[in-house]
């Protein structure tokens, strides 16, 4: 008798190069550890979203900008509350820097590159 799937939320991370690298080397499946200076990972809830940080700041911050889509467990991301950060589509979920590992763990399935903007 095979199980039900979980239900999964969508969600989006806009990158930049050196991310995106440490990603891949992960086989697609899990975010690395934040720098120090960086105490919250937020995904975003939409692709418009993040593409426009990926454009906007990543490209000119590193020279390209990349959106990643993946799935993760409904019921675990629920824990997180939506963040509104500029107008109403401007939606993260704020996950403090210690708990990026426990994330990663309800990740289904691969994180796959959807967008690319700068110099390819």
């Not at 960086?38 to 993040?50: D, G, K, M, S, W």
């Amino acid at each position: 008798m095979n199980a039900e799937p979980k239900p999964t939320v969508t969600l989006y991370r806009p990158v930049g190069p050196a991310e995106l690298e440490l990603i891949s080397a992960s086989a697609w499946k899990r975010f690395p550890p934040r720098l120090p200076d960086q105490p919250i990972f937020y995904p975003v809830l939409n692709e418009a979203y993040a593409a426009q940080i990926a454009r906007d700041w990543n490209v000119a911050a590193s020279g390209s900008g990349h959106v990643l889509k993946f799935e993760i467990d409904a019921e675990y991301i629920s824990r997180f509350d939506r963040q509104i950060v500029g107008g109403s589509q401007h939606e993260e979920l704020w996950v403090p820097a210690e708990e990026l590992e426990e994330f990663n763990d309800h990740i289904v399935g691969t994180i796959e590159v959807v967008a690319n903007y700068g110099p390819q």
